[in-house]
Each structure stands twice: as C-alpha cells, then as structure tokens.
C-alpha cells in the first residue's frame, strides 16, 4: 500500500528546493511576463526535472539503501544541506531585492529554448538537488513507497514551473516589491528547516 506521506515529502523537498530563487526561475519569470513560449519553456525544465529525479530514485537511491552507513551519511548530510538552505534563505529575507526580469525584448524560440536548457543542465545545483539529494534521500522509502516519492518531487517541479511561467504576469506588481521576496524566502527558510529536523528525527528515532 502506497503511504501518501512519501508522495507529499517528495512534493515537498522537491517544492522546497526549486522554488529557490535562481537564474532558472528568473528566466522562466521573464519570459512569463512576455508571454513568449512560456508552455515549451515549463515543459523543458519539469520534464528536465524528472528524468533527473528518477535517475537519483532509480540509480542512486538503490545504490544508497544497500549500505546503512551510507544512509546514515546521507541523512546527516542531507540535514545539514537543509538547513544551510534554510540559512541562506534567512539571510536573503534579511537582505531583500526586487527580482529583475530582463529588457522587454523577447527571444526567438530556438535561442529561447538554448538558453532554457543551459539554465538548467549547466548549473551544478540542478544534480546535487535531483540526483544526488532527492535521490539519495528516496534510500529511505522502498517499492511503491519509493516511486511515490519521486513521482511527488516531480510533480512539484511541474506544479512550480508552469505556475510561474503563467502566473507571472499576476506576480509582476507583487514581485517588484522586495517584501515580496521576503515572504517567499522566510517560507522556504521555515520549510527547509521543518524537513531537515525531520531527518534528524528519522535518524535518531528509527522506526
């Protein structure tokens, strides 16, 4: 029987990781706000999403759960990551700015899917997320629990990017204000900390 808990932990890290502001988002925003090939663009980057967060599920998180030290590890290390995001996020909302979406000069859609592709594939951020953080950290669910999991991280990254590359003509007046910023950066600060004492939780209280 599938555990609904693992499809919404996996909607949640995987929604806690990527609503993180970066030039992936800022890219999408600004293209939402021309409204140019915004559906090509979501697409790219939730299908990019989850073919990598099934390789993490599928490969690395197969590979993890065959060693309890690795576990252990990888839950430690995942709790650390965690709540340095949580950190990072504290410190933007202390310090908030304006998002700054582009010139209203639109891209012709082989550049604009390029320039998509190389948002998401050349950042380092994007596998240390995916495959190795979201994969390793599946180590802990197992069979249908486990593809719950995934198919949860996933559907975040599909819920997050068409939601703002639609959205964001809505989002422009809120946005422009950094207070704005600093709502959505104190939720992620409190997320990411929630789910990374959860770890600490799992780990020192087995079930």
Do not use: E
């Amino acid at each position: 029987m599938i555990s609904p808990s693992a499809a919404l932990a996996g909607f949640l890290l995987g929604a806690s990781l990527i609503v993180a502001i970066g030039a992936q988002n800022a890219f999408i925003l600004r293209q939402g706000l021309l409204r140019s090939h915004v559906f090509i663009l979501c697409l790219i980057c939730a299908l990019s999403d989850a073919v990598l967060i099934a390789a993490g599920v599928g490969g690395l998180g197969t590979l993890v759960s065959q060693s309890p030290m690795l576990i252990s590890v990888v839950t430690i290390g995942g709790a650390i990551f965690l709540g340095s995001y949580a950190v990072m996020a504290s410190r933007r909302a202390l310090r908030p700015a304006a998002m700054q979406a582009g010139a209203p000069q639109a891209l012709g859609l082989k550049a604009a899917v390029a320039t998509c592709l190389a948002f998401t594939f050349l950042n380092p951020h994007v596998y240390l997320d995916t495959v190795v953080l979201l994969g390793s950290l599946s180590a802990a669910y197992h069979g249908a629990d486990r593809l719950a999991y995934g198919v949860g991280a996933a559907t975040a990254s599909f819920v997050w990017f068409f939601a703002l590359g639609y959205g964001a003509r809505l989002l422009q007046p809120v946005f422009a204000r950094p207070a704005a910023w600093r709502v959505l950066d104190v939720i992620i600060s409190i997320v990411m900390s929630l789910l990374g004492i959860s770890l600490l939780v799992r780990f020192f209280n087995p079930a």
